[in-house]
């Protein structure tokens, strides 16, 4: 809470930073998006410059796509503007700006873009202009997407042909149980991987602590811009710290009477947090200051009169104190991974030679029942384990396509009307992503393909088996064809616009092929121009367009 910071940078940077099609971007076009993602974050200036520069990015491409909806004679009148400004599912500040009720409140909408975008009124709107026309264009350029008969068969071939696979998994949260670890095991790890617990330890050092804490409460009053107005603004903050300082009256009264934020309804008061989320105008003037402290702090857009009403101190726990549950779970999982490994390749084999999953595993499962009874007629033998093979079972995936699982259906009762799209093509029902498996599951072969090895998800090894596959129907019903092809049409805007619709959301390193080659072709022919001449945050920009994209390939031992 509280107004978050340009960072060290943004008094230093050049005002224009860059031209698209002739229109300036200045700080304040930058700020709009800057401050809504990044504004408030600790960051060091590499870091400052890095989120500025992805800033400025996303305003650059959004001020392209509005020059090329002017071009295409798409326009915005102010009736049109106004209802975006206010439509909820479009306007990404609505579930900032919008107060706590979720309704347009026009004080708190203006208080939001000054303080917290760090921007004036009419410089937010026009950006968001901007915006709406930005939105525009990428709606004309997804209407003008058609499919070929070729792709509407490619996409039938593609959803309809359908299998379903039966498997049994491997995992530690399945055999953990019947791996036993003894305290000499443990003890024994700790003298000899000392290096290896410390490291885990770092790596998961954020439950071993609990920073700082602070409950504050506070007084703010808003500097307008105009004279006058800050002049009377000024005045209400000498009165409250009068009535608080001077005149001992309680600080939660004169808070509930005269903050002027979001927090009035709770005279003031902010909930917990940890210093890292605070103004840092505000951690800075706390810093060493018991409960009941009342400080003062001044920003560029906002007078505050800060209360301390209580403080949490961290708390880290030493790692002493967790290494034996540290190199407990560190063996218990090294144990469970060796048997896993060997476990799924005995399965394998067995599934190979019965080819049937049920009776491959039945036959581990009763001769591990007769080797524990076995055991247990020796007058010196331990209490019966759990033996692992009890704990697999013989599970199926159910019919599913390499298209990927209907997000909407599965999690339909969640968020009803909302559609979800699809899951990755890799990610397989009741198992989790694995490409591999994925792959093989699909091939014309596949009742042979997938016994050649066992397959991994996550932490878990599979043993799988073909249990049913579908194919389409050879030829589709007029309706069923339309149909398809306006899913196919649709399928095919998805992969051409890409991550388009998200340049309106939120910084990204790709926007999707069409947009990152436009990206790239304007500043190739001076529609963008970067002021990259002594600014790092242009220069960065510049890099991004000119540098050729990663590409990672992985071959497998039959590509040639």
């Given at each position: 809470f509280g107004a978050p910071t340009d960072g060290c940078n943004s008094s230093n940077v050049n005002a224009n930073m860059a031209t698209v099609a002739g229109n300036k971007i200045s700080n304040d076009e930058l700020n709009v998006v800057y401050n809504r993602y990044f504004g408030g974050r600790q960051a060091d200036d590499d870091q400052i410059n890095q989120q500025r520069a992805a800033s400025l990015r996303m305003v650059a491409i959004t001020y392209l796509l509005a020059d090329k909806a002017r071009e295409a004679g798409l326009r915005v009148d102010d009736d049109e503007f106004r209802s975006y400004i206010m439509d909820p599912n479009r306007n990404i500040e609505f579930r900032?700006?919008?107060?706590?009720?979720?309704?347009?409140?026009?004080?708190?909408?203006?208080?939001?873009?000054?303080?917290?975008?760090?921007?004036?009124?009419?410089?937010?709107?026009?950006?968001?202009?901007?915006?709406?026309?930005?939105?525009?264009?990428?709606?004309?350029?997804?209407?003008?997407?058609?499919?070929?008969?070729?792709?509407?068969?490619?996409?039938?071939?593609?959803?309809?042909?359908?299998?379903?696979?039966?498997?049994?998994?491997?995992?530690?949260?399945?055999?953990?149980?019947?791996?036993?670890?003894?305290?000499?095991?443990?003890?024994?790890?700790?003298?000899?991987?000392?290096?290896?617990?410390?490291?885990?330890?770092?790596?998961?050092?954020?439950?071993?602590?609990?920073?700082?804490?602070?409950?504050?409460?506070?007084?703010?009053?808003?500097?307008?811009?105009?004279?006058?107005?800050?002049?009377?603004?000024?005045?209400?903050?000498?009165?409250?710290?009068?009535?608080?300082?001077?005149?001992?009256?309680?600080?939660?009264?004169?808070?509930?009477?005269?903050?002027?934020?979001?927090a009035k309804e709770k005279q003031g008061l902010m909930d917990w947090s940890t210093l890292d989320n605070v103004d840092q105008a505000i951690a800075k003037a706390i810093e060493g200051k018991p409960a009941g402290s009342v400080v003062e702090v001044e920003t560029d857009f906002a007078y505050m009169l800060v209360k301390v009403e209580d403080r949490k101190a961290a708390v880290k726990t030493p790692v002493e104190d967790v290494q034996n549950d540290i190199a407990r779970a560190l063996l218990q999982e090294k144990k469970v991974n060796d048997i896993a490994s060997e476990m799924a390749s005995a399965l394998l084999e067995e599934v190979k030679a019965t080819n049937s999953m049920q009776e491959a595993l039945a036959t581990f499962q009763t001769k591990a029942a007769a080797d524990d009874e076995a055991s247990t007629e020796s007058p010196d033998a331990e209490p019966a384990k759990l033996n692992p093979w009890d704990a697999l079972s013989v599970q199926t995936t159910g019919m599913f396509s390499q298209e990927g699982q209907d997000m909407s259906a599965m999690f339909g009762a969640q968020f009803p009307g909302l559609n979800l799209g699809r899951s990755p093509w890799d990610r397989i029902p009741e198992i989790g992503k694995s490409p591999e498996l994925a792959k093989d599951a699909f091939k014309e072969d596949a009742d042979r393909e997938l016994l050649k090895q066992t397959y991994s998800t996550g932490d878990a090894k599979i043993v799988a088996r073909l249990k049913e596959r579908k194919s389409p129907e050879a030829e589709l019903s007029p309706e069923a064809q339309a149909e398809l092809a306006d899913e196919a049409r649709q399928a095919k805007a998805s992969n051409l616009l890409g991550g388009a619709v998200s340049v309106l959301i939120q910084p990204s390193e790709d926007y999707g092929p069409w947009l990152e080659g436009m990206f790239k072709q304007a500043v190739k022919d001076k529609t963008i121009k970067l002021n990259s001449k002594g600014n790092p945050v242009a220069a960065r920009v510049q890099m991004m367009a000119t540098q050729a994209p990663a590409l990672s390939v992985e071959l497998n031992s039959d590509d040639k």
């Open positions: 900032f700006a919008y107060g706590q009720s979720g309704e347009f409140d026009g004080p708190f909408y203006k208080a939001y873009i000054q303080n917290q975008l760090r921007v004036s009124l009419p410089k937010y709107e026009e950006y968001k202009r901007e915006e709406l026309l930005a939105r525009k264009y990428i709606a004309l350029i997804d209407m003008q997407v058609n499919v070929t008969p070729q792709e509407i068969e490619e996409f039938n071939k593609l959803r309809n042909t359908e299998v379903n696979l039966e498997f049994v998994r491997f995992s530690a949260d399945t055999l953990k149980d019947s791996i036993q670890v003894s305290e000499a095991d443990v003890q024994k790890f700790i003298a000899e991987h000392k290096d290896e617990i410390t490291k885990n330890y770092e790596e998961n050092r954020a439950q071993y602590e609990e920073p700082e804490q602070v409950q504050l409460r506070r007084i703010f009053i808003l500097k307008p811009e105009g004279a006058e107005q800050l002049a009377d603004a000024t005045k209400r903050f000498e009165a409250a710290k009068t009535r608080v300082n001077d005149e001992k009256q309680n600080f939660a009264d004169v808070a509930g009477e005269l903050t002027e934020d979001y």
